[in-house]
């Protein structure tokens, strides 16, 4: 079965820091693993997606994230964060036949000014 | 392009009081899946649908029902109204079996008193 942790249900972060949201994931076949940002009050937006291909996958707005097989660890980055990246973010695992997404209980970032 | 479209954004429902949530993608995609977010426990699945005539249970179906008689819709349809199904509900939809990511809508939120 396939499961996703997140570590820090609330990061906070300086403008301009460096940003680290963690992800840790359970697979029993080759994962297909995602990154989603939800702003408040709307729905869920895919950041990137790792499907085997370069294990250092970039997304949208700056944010990169590293899959590490020994760790099982798809942790998302970005160097320096901005005040619009404030938001709730989601990691997420594809089942085998990709009927089902398990996501994890999302990290809520805040950017301090 | 519309994506995904769910009506109605905003329902309060009395216990017991039925209702259907609409969903609709202009995407052509096989798959579709209804989701609820809860505080602190993430997405978890309802139902979902590989294609026009199949449909599935998810991690927390009981309550709920669908149909998917056409590729485009896929309503969500509660039977009996109760106070913990007070959630907002997405609608989301992929090709590729979902090795993209899914396309998710902006979302429902529903109030049981």
């Known amino acids: 079965a396939q499961s996703v942790t997140q570590l820090g249900s609330h990061v906070s972060v300086s403008e301009g820091a460096l940003v680290l949201l963690r992800c840790n994931y359970s697979?029993?076949?080759?994962?297909?693993l995602f990154w989603y940002v939800q702003y408040p009050n709307q729905g869920l937006q895919l950041l990137l997606k790792?499907?085997?291909?370069?294990?250092l996958v970039k997304g949208i707005n700056g944010f990169e994230a590293e899959f590490k097989k020994s760790e099982t660890s798809f942790h998302l980055t970005k160097p320096s964060a901005h005040m619009s990246d404030a938001a709730e973010y989601f990691c997420a695992v594809r089942d085998g036949a990709g009927n089902q997404f398990y996501f994890g209980t999302g990290t809520s970032l805040t950017v301090i000014p | 392009n519309a994506g995904v479209t769910q009506t109605p954004k905003f329902q309060v429902l009395k216990t017991g009081q039925s209702m259907t949530l609409q969903c609709a993608q202009d995407m052509n995609h096989e798959y579709m899946s209804w989701y609820r977010q809860d505080p602190g426990m993430g997405l978890r699945l309802i139902h979902y649908?590989?294609?026009?005539?199949?449909?599935d249970q998810g991690e927390v179906p009981n309550g709920y029902n669908v149909s998917r008689s056409t590729t485009e819709d896929f309503p969500l349809r509660l039977l009996s109204a109760a106070p913990s199904q007070t959630s907002v509900y997405f609608c989301a939809s992929s090709a590729d079996r979902a090795k993209r990511g899914y396309t998710f809508g902006s979302g429902t939120r529903l109030t049981v008193v």
């Open positions: 697979s029993s076949v080759p994962p297909y």
């Open positions: 649908s590989v294609g026009a005539g199949i449909t």
């Open positions: 790792y499907t085997s291909a370069a294990t």
